[in-house]
């Protein structure tokens, strides 16, 4: 009887249970997709729909949100971009969402990924987290004041040796 309890108990808990909708690992390969591969990638999982698409400095900004209505709020940002003088193209992946416990569980997936944290501090509005590789520069941040979190991962120039 007990044994019935138990699972009865783990399933209820389940049923209130979620997941969000990106990993890190996600994000970080968002960075080493073109603009029209990460659009694909983002839209073919049917995690998350384009919400908008604006022009900046003739930069094709696009801007993706969570489509399920049990998560909170989750949104990303692709498109901002620089170009180097050798042809390169150095992109940044935003990520935001409305649960912090998500900004957490990315920052525990950056830790066990073997990045690693140059800073941990937090100033008036926000808890700060930056993460250094030969790759990518990595900001993190959980609203101190506001219940949300970011991500902003940004590749940056390899140079060989």
Do not use: W
Request: glycine share 4%.
């Amino acid at each position: 009887m007990k044994k019935y309890c138990l699972v009865v108990l783990l399933f209820c808990l389940c049923l209130k249970s979620y997941g969000q909708s990106i990993s890190f690992f996600d994000l970080t390969n968002l960075t080493n997709l073109s603009d029209g591969q990460a659009h694909t990638y983002l839209t073919l999982g049917k995690v998350f729909k384009q919400r908008y698409i604006q022009e900046i400095d003739g930069k094709k900004i696009e801007r993706f949100r969570s489509i399920s209505n049990k998560v909170k709020e989750q949104s990303i940002t692709i498109g901002e971009n620089a170009k180097l003088s050798n042809g390169t193209i150095l992109r940044t992946v935003t990520y935001d969402t409305a649960d912090p416990r998500h900004i957490v569980n990315l920052i525990a997936q950056a830790r066990r990924s073997k990045l690693i944290m140059k800073f941990q501090g937090q100033d008036a509005y926000n808890n700060i987290y930056k993460f250094d590789n030969d790759f990518y520069f990595i900001t993190m941040t959980i609203s101190a004041t506001e219940n949300k979190g970011q991500v902003v991962i940004k590749q940056k120039e390899f140079i060989e040796y």
